[in-house]
């Protein structure tokens, strides 16, 4: 980024169309890269289990339109887009895009809910099984597990709380890569002035969701040092994106607009050692 180099700036817990989120893969990518600030991105939509009852609360609003959740039958198109779209968005902004995907539990209790994002995911995983499981799965898999928004909301966010995690941290954090710090406008104190490694991310939905809390870290541009630094949790900070940061001589004016920069060759979440293809 800009005047933090050589940190990078992180947003890696991002929903699109293919779940509940308002824009699809390309219109994130270009919002995101004109910015001209973000450096990497993780595209996290919801893999929902079958029963999931806002799921099927949405469906239903949207009379079936729309389905809220990844299914098995369909994760390979799902990450078949995104590698694609991350192709196209490192050659025009030297964007990463990593491929991932929100193992979502929800349930009436929040002591029953968990919320798990799986960075660098290559097969779909069932929500439909123990947290313990998932987390397990997300590691034989060779991907990065980060515990999202692991304890009560605020109450201005009408969003269920999910705490199941975090009340099993003793159990659980051997398994666990990350715990949100930030999430959005929230920070966690819990987490962010506990021992574990901590990241901060948009949970973005809709275009307003880019200006929240993100993650700085000190790596190199591609899905090895992103991994890296997550794993050893040096050279890691958390900082609040505003609008105040937009360039007065490059405005964000919408999605789907030419960039103004040079292009890049080719992606590295597509090519190199350890790459997510």
């Not at 192709?87 to 009436?108: C, F, K, M, S």
């Not at 798990?116 to 997300?138: F, M």
């Not at 515990?147 to 659980?172: G, K, M, V």
């Not at 104190?189 to 990241?199: A, D, R």
Request: hydrophobic fraction near 40%; proline fraction near 5%; charged fraction near 25%.
């Amino acid at each position: 980024m800009p005047g933090f180099e050589p940190y990078l700036l992180c947003d890696l817990h991002i929903h699109t169309r293919w779940s509940d989120g308002s824009l699809s893969i390309r219109e994130v990518c270009d919002l995101y890269g004109q910015t001209g600030h973000v450096d990497v991105i993780a595209i996290t939509d919801h893999i929902l289990m079958e029963r999931d009852w806002l799921g099927r609360v949405g469906r239903a609003a949207t009379l079936g339109r729309r389905r809220f959740s990844v299914r098995s039958d369909d994760f390979a198109d799902y990450r078949a887009e995104i590698l694609h779209e991350a192709d196209r968005a490192w050659r025009r902004y030297g964007l990463l895009v990593l491929p991932g995907a929100e193992i979502t539990q929800n349930h009436l209790r929040a002591s029953r809910n968990s919320h798990i994002v799986a960075l660098g995911l290559t097969e779909w995983i069932s929500a439909d099984q123990d947290a313990e499981s998932i987390l397990r799965e997300i590691r034989r898999q060779g991907a990065l597990s980060i515990a999202c928004h692991p304890y009560h909301r605020t109450p201005r966010r009408f969003e269920i709380s999910t705490c199941h995690l975090w009340d099993h941290r003793r159990r659980l954090a051997p398994l666990i890569d990350a715990w949100e710090a930030g999430n959005r406008e929230d920070l966690f104190s819990i987490t962010s002035g506990g021992p574990y490694p901590y990241v901060a991310n948009s949970d973005f939905h809709r275009p307003a969701h880019l200006y929240s809390w993100k993650t700085l870290l000190r790596a190199p541009r591609t899905w090895d040092g992103v991994r890296g630094a997550l794993l050893s949790n040096r050279d890691v900070g958390v900082v609040f994106y505003r609008p105040t940061w937009q360039s007065a001589t490059a405005p964000i004016v919408g999605v789907g607009i030419p960039p103004t920069d040079g292009s890049r060759s080719t992606s590295p979440a597509l090519a190199g050692r350890g790459a997510i293809a």
